[in-house]
């Protein structure tokens, strides 16, 4: 287990990552957690922490630090960029604005002899991004690195284990910074290579049963990747115990229900439920325009409706969620530091009193990892391939106020966006392609007649594990063949328009 402490840098993700790539198990956690609430017995197999970079300058007055207990754990550390800085300072270093800062790649000068960079070439390109530097080392450390701008790009202590650089290695642009994390997991940290998705069904398997005892559980069945697969695990885990429900909150895509009836009526027979509550969501966004109230208010209504189908079926204490680790990253701040990007319906979005208790076997997992938990799972490709969508619908795809007619057109433009991109052969290829209803109308003209319609946004990326993003380069003819029919074919638009925005800065769903 490597421990990853997050200062805020928008790369802490890709550490976890590399990670995870290796086939370590790995958390991020905030870069000022308080140590002893989670690390016994639960860490008791830790072999390091990773404190990433950050935002931020460690000699500020708002600063983060970490918990003290860090220091004291016996464990390497390795600091990176704001991580090393941090490191620096607390054993006596000395941290200060650089006159000449470093953003992209630079030229680093490694000095044999570091267990970190063993077996790496004399000059490697790595990559910077910090407008501080170390002026001064502490007492007991070695400088194991230099570039041109940062005397100090890389340092450590052998005698407490301990090591800082300057520069990511996580980020894919660094020429060999994955074999640098990579001497840290295996020669300095003595990780093994033994987090499998088998491994991982066989301890979280043993978890479930001792936390849900003789219950039965509610599994909140959305008939995505996430949901599918969750239940899938609770099924093994528990069998017949394990009560699916699907909620027909109207936000779904075209078509949705009953495919997912046809699918899942197979494998759960009676214990799949299907209520309809498409009415109540939409009466409580009534007027909602805000995207984190939207969010809030779906994660509520959908617990009141399994609160309520819950107490029908009594014995039930326990609620499955389909819960991923981005979703966390995502909704959870740094106190004192960055505000969370957006509250997922059911992490930031769930009541405080919420009445049963949560079962997340994926929220540790990235959505690859959750893929390839399905596939050892022996779930259905058709389900496993799926393209992931939001768990509050088509609400945060609707821009603005839900309202029934703009549903109706969404569902339809969605609905050729996925037939077209089908039929281009790039289903599988592309991560997320979907539609989007903006809340503005567009003067147009149709039969010599003028028109006043809404408009629909495409959006098509590649990712990985959600986390970040690029915008598809999809075909001009696929493009233009997709503007034609929505246009032509749904009623109420007459403006189409493609998103080429990439995550960072922009997030994958609009809200």
């Known amino acids: 287990m490597i421990l990853i402490l997050d200062f805020g840098s928008q790369y802490t993700q890709l550490i976890a990552r590399c990670v995870r790539e290796e086939k370590v198990y790995c958390e991020i956690h905030p870069g000022n957690k308080i140590l002893n609430s989670f690390l016994t017995p639960r860490f008791k197999s830790l072999n390091g922490v990773i404190l990433s970079g950050g935002y931020g300058s460690v000699y500020s007055k708002n600063a983060l630090w970490p918990d003290p207990t860090l220091w004291e754990l016996g464990v390497p550390i390795l600091g990176i960029c704001y991580g090393m800085q941090l490191i620096a300072e607390h054993f006596g270093g000395k941290v200060a604005p650089s006159k000449h800062r470093e953003f992209g790649l630079a030229n680093v000068n490694i000095e044999h002899g570091c267990s970190l960079f063993e077996g790496l070439n004399s000059r490697e390109t790595l990559w910077m991004s910090h407008s501080d530097k170390l002026l001064k080392i502490p007492n007991g450390f070695k400088v194991t690195a230099k570039s041109d701008n940062s005397p100090y790009a890389a340092i450590e202590n052998v005698s407490k284990n301990i090591h800082g650089v300057q520069f990511h290695p996580e980020v894919k642009h660094s020429v060999n910074g994955k074999k640098i994390l990579q001497k840290f997991i295996f020669k300095v940290c003595g990780a093994r290579c033994d987090w499998t998705m088998k491994s991982y069904i066989v301890d979280e398997i043993k978890k479930i049963q001792k936390q849900v005892g003789k219950s039965k559980v509610l599994c909140a069945l959305s008939g995505g990747v996430d949901s599918s697969v969750a239940a899938v695990m609770l099924n093994k885990a528990i069998g017949k115990r394990l009560v699916c429900v699907y909620v027909d909150h ?3 895509k075209l078509g949705e229900t009953a495919r997912l009836r046809k699918v899942f009526g197979k494998i759960f027979g009676k214990n799949l439920i299907v209520v309809d509550a498409k009415k109540m969501f939409l009466s409580k966004l009534k007027g909602i325009i805000d995207p984190e109230q939207k969010r809030k208010i779906i994660g509520h209504t959908f617990i009141k409706v399994f ?9 039930v204490n326990f609620l499955l969620q389909g819960t991923i680790y981005p979703d966390i990253i995502e909704s959870v701040s740094i106190k004192g530091a960055k505000s969370p990007i957006k509250s997922h319906h059911n992490v930031g979005g769930l009541p405080k009193r919420i009445k049963m208790k949560l079962v997340e076997p994926l929220k540790f997992l990235f959505k690859d990892e959750v893929r390839a938990l399905g596939r050892e799972l022996k779930i ?9 969508f939001p768990g509050p619908g088509l609400a945060i795809r609707t821009i603005g ?4 007619e703009k549903l109706d057109i969404l569902k339809k433009a969605d609905d050729i966006v996925t037939e077209e991109i089908r039929n281009a052969k790039l289903y599988e290829k592309i991560w997320q392609s979907f539609a989007i209803i903006l809340p503005v109308k567009t003067v147009g003209i149709m039969g010599d007649a003028r028109t006043y319609e809404y408009v629909i946004a495409i959006r098509a990326v590649n990712s990985e594990d959600a986390m970040t993003a690029d915008w598809v380069k999809l075909p001009h003819e696929l493009l233009a063949k997709m503007s034609s029919r929505i246009i032509n074919e749904v009623e109420g638009v007459n403006r189409v328009v493609y998103d080429i925005s990439s995550k960072p800065p922009a997030t994958i769903e609009w809200e």
Do not use: Y
């Open 250 to 252: 109207g936000l779904q």
């Open 380 to 388: 259905p490709t058709e389900i496993i391939d799926r393209q992931p």
């Open 307 to 315: 609160d309520r189908e819950a107490k029908k079926l009594k014995s």
């Open 401 to 404: 106020e839900v309202t029934e």
